[in-house]
């Protein structure tokens, strides 16, 4: 597996407190990624980042926010958890060029009660 | 934006028999069409992959094959095996976007009955 590591990786919270994904790297990857999967949904992405302080919403946005101070680290927050974010979440890697291919951390189950 | 559809939903099939799941995607300039596989409570991760200047890709018991023309391809597994079981997702990437980003389908849930 590719150097990637998400915490935690369960996490229980309960609905209308802030929530903090952490998304870390080893493998100097310019571009980040985070989906949620539901069931009937396959993947769908949150937010991305092409590079240190520059991200771009995705399909699924409304609710998060993401940072990215550093290469490494790619963070997911939910400023107020709804039940309707419970889910598991996954962050991957790619690099630019022609493999295109992204790499999927561990993921994080997260129940918002 | 690009749109994947997949299908089936669910596949059950014996062992020894071969499995075919079918994507379909929207966007004609779209050039890259990975696969990947999810085991339960596992990442993704991708099994095989195919560009647009190419029609089919084989590696071992699967191959992936691509029709621009119609705008669909299909994953498929010959002499499966239970260690097959396990959901299968299509994607699609468009070019130009600023970050490689993918579009994937709902995903297919493979069971291999020994």
């Known amino acids: 597996d590719a150097g990637i590591t998400q915490s935690p990786r369960h996490k229980v919270t309960e609905t209308g407190t802030p929530v903090t994904l952490r998304c870390h790297q080893t493998?100097?990857?310019?571009?980040m990624y985070w989906y949620r999967q539901d069931p009937g949904h396959g993947l769908r992405l949150i937010h991305y980042s092409y590079g240190v302080k520059d991200t771009d919403k995705g399909e699924v946005s409304d609710g998060y926010s993401v940072s990215r101070s550093k290469t490494e680290d790619f963070l997911l927050t939910l400023e107020s958890a709804t039940s309707s974010q419970t889910s598991v979440y996954f962050c991957?890697?790619?690099?630019?060029?022609?493999?295109?291919?992204?790499?999927f951390g561990p993921g994080t189950r997260l129940t918002v009660l | 934006g690009e749109n994947v559809e997949q299908h089936p939903s669910t596949l059950s099939v014996q062992e020894g028999d071969s499995a075919v799941i079918k994507c379909t995607y929207s966007d004609s300039a779209s050039n890259y069409f990975p696969w990947y596989k999810q085991e339960l409570g596992k990442r993704p991760q991708l099994i095989i992959d195919i560009r647009s200047n190419v029609g089919e890709k084989k590696d071992q018991r699967i191959a992936v094959t691509l029709n621009k023309t119609a705008k669909h391809f299909s994953l498929h597994i010959t002499e499966t095996q239970p260690e097959d079981s396990a959901v299968y997702f299509c994607?699609?990437?468009?070019?130009?976007?600023?970050?490689?980003?993918?579009?994937f389908g709902g995903g297919t849930r493979l069971m291999v009955k020994p």
């Open positions: 493998e100097n990857h310019r571009y």
């Open positions: 994607a699609a990437k468009a070019p130009g976007n600023a970050g490689n980003m993918l579009t």
């Open positions: 991957a890697i790619s690099d630019p060029g022609g493999a295109s291919e992204q790499f």
